[in-house]
């Protein structure tokens, strides 16, 4: 089992641009969450999917969307990129929803850099 | 206002000495705690919960509700305890968000 798959590993996109990033989660899993991790900080939730739905949002703009599919993949797009959105983007994967009594499973992350 | 605090950014203890990871956290209600450990070049993994109350590579944590903390000990570190520590939060029972500190690096000298 490869675990939970991020895609791509890095990235570098300039000012204005759009992104879109992939992860794949943990076979078994059908819940997935996304995290911005700036350089020296703890990880920040995003937004949730479960269920194709975005079940839960932390505090960011409407700039973050993201997107599952009927296999729980999932994707988070960033439009009009700014300089403060370059961070390691991580993507974590749980069961059903009820994560705590399983945790979450991380990805090891997109490096998306912003010039 | 939900927030877990890491007082040290970096802990640096001898290998055999007693480790204390140190944890605040700030919440209304009973939330559930967790310790998260990330290795050089290895992704980020659930270490401990405090929840099923076990002990995990000889680290344990205890939730002080009275003082709000939740910190990670270990009484003999070893070398290979050197890593990235994230406390977390979340709350009971919810299915989402967890809310993370700072993190604290943990080196361990030979």
């Known amino acids: 089992d490869a675990g939970v798959t991020q895609s791509p590993t890095h990235l570098i996109k300039t000012r204005g641009q759009q992104v879109t990033l992939r992860c794949s989660p943990k076979s078994g899993h059908d819940t997935v969450s996304w995290y911005q991790q700036a350089l020296g900080q703890g990880p920040q939730f995003i937004f949730q999917?479960?269920?194709?739905?975005?079940?839960q949002r932390g505090n960011f703009p409407d700039r973050f969307s993201g997107h599952q599919f009927p296999n729980y993949s999932s994707e988070l797009n960033v439009n009009a990129l700014l300089l403060g959105d370059s961070a390691l983007y991580l993507c974590?994967?749980?069961?059903?929803?009820?994560?705590?009594?399983?945790?979450?499973?991380f990805g090891s992350g997109t490096r998306l850099t912003v010039v | 206002a939900q927030r877990v605090t890491q007082p040290e950014k970096l802990l640096s203890v001898f290998k055999g000495a007693p480790v204390e990871l140190k944890c605040n956290y700030s919440?209304?209600?009973?939330?559930?705690l967790f310790w998260y450990v990330q290795y050089s070049r290895q992704r980020l993994q659930l270490l401990l919960r405090?929840?099923s109350r076990e002990s995990i590579k000889g680290f344990t944590a205890d939730l002080n509700k009275g003082e709000t903390s939740f910190h990670l000990k270990k009484p003999f570190a070893q070398e290979e305890d050197s890593a990235m520590y994230y406390c977390?939060?979340?709350?009971?029972?919810?299915?989402?968000?967890?809310?993370f500190g700072q993190g604290t690096t943990l080196q361990v000298k030979p």
């Open positions: 974590a994967s749980s069961l059903g929803g009820a994560f705590y009594n399983y945790g979450y499973t």
């Open positions: 977390a939060l979340s709350k009971s029972g919810n299915t989402g968000k967890l809310i």
């Open positions: 405090h929840i």
């Open positions: 919440y209304s209600g009973s939330p559930e």
């Open positions: 999917y479960y269920e194709e739905e975005e079940r």
